[in-house]
């Protein structure tokens, strides 16, 4: 299956990761400014587990995407 003939739901799935995905770069790259770096320790560390979760849900959105 090529991705121009994807169904509407799968669309929206490929859609999804690709939105996910740069949300994601954004995250990654924010730690590595002042402002992070000035947060208090337990936004820092919500930001972490948020990272890891988006990252687990990227990992997801791909093997979904996998099967079609």
């Given at each position: 299956?090529t991705m121009s003939s994807l169904l509407p739901h799968q669309q929206r799935v490929v859609d999804e990761l690709?939105?996910?995905?740069?949300?994601?770069?954004?995250?990654?790259?924010?730690?590595?400014?002042?402002?992070?770096?000035?947060?208090?320790?337990?936004?820092?560390?919500?930001?972490?587990?948020?990272?890891?979760?988006?990252?687990?849900?990227?990992?997801?959105?791909?093997?979904?995407?996998?099967?079609?």
């Open positions: 299956m690709a939105d996910l995905s740069e949300k994601l770069d954004k995250l990654t790259a924010f730690f590595n400014t002042e402002i992070f770096k000035g947060m208090r320790l337990a936004e820092r560390s919500l930001l972490l587990r948020q990272h890891s979760a988006m990252f687990q849900y990227v990992e997801i959105l791909k093997e979904r995407i996998s099967l079609f």
